[in-house]
């Protein structure tokens, strides 16, 4: 077992720390910018399901819990492991005179809230990271009320073939490049690259949240599949 397997949560913490400053913006690059739009979606199904007291778990720069601030009377926990990237989702809440916006560093699995606390759990960007996905997803349904919502957008690779083989042609050569003129973290980059490609399936991680016990579980796939917006109830 390699030191990167022993310590999953540590050497993720030090990838997102090295990459900090330019996460919006390589964000922007990968994306198009789309993920924004998509990140907007989170905070209008919070919305319809009058969401009130929100966790956004992996807030990283705090783009979706900025959003979710917009929802009347809320009440925002960001958390993440990675300090510089709370540093800047910090700067952020405090350039926009946000006031709903609590931010602690914290990992997934172990979170310090009590059962049936959370109205509503988002996950951007995240649940592919976590040190142990299964525990980290019986944390988020231990802290939400009946009937709470988890919404969780995550990369993913497009089921079409002949899509999945543009997409990953073009992110071998297209993510390396940028990251690596951005950048100069091809190393941390190469990461989430490979990341994306081992999460499970969009079918399997649907039987995965199943499993943990959420129920009326959706999934809304954007922009061909690159991404998704999984959307599940604790009953």
Known sequence: MTKIQ???????????????????????LITFKYHSKWKKEIALIAKENNAKLILDIATGT??????????????IVGLDISEKMLNIASDKIR???INNINLEISHAEKLKYGNNFFDLISIGYGVRNFEDLISGLNESYRVLKNNGKLIILETSVPDNFLIRYM???FTSIY??????I???????YKYLLNSTKEFPS?????????SVGFKNIESREKFFGISTIYIATRP
């Open 167 to 169: 997409y990953l042609f």
């Open 202 to 210: 969009k079918k399997k991680f649907k039987k995965i949240l199943n």
């Open 6 to 28: 022993e310590s999953k949560e540590s050497f993720v913490r030090n990838v997102f720390e090295s990459i900090s400053k330019d996460y919006d913006l390589m964000n922007d």
């Open 182 to 188: 951005f950048t100069n973290n091809l190393n941390a």
């Open 62 to 75: 705090g783009d979706i819990a900025i959003n979710l601030s917009e929802l009347k009377d809320s009440q």
């Open 95 to 97: 350039n926009l005179n």
């Open 175 to 180: 993510i390396p490049l940028i990251s690596f």
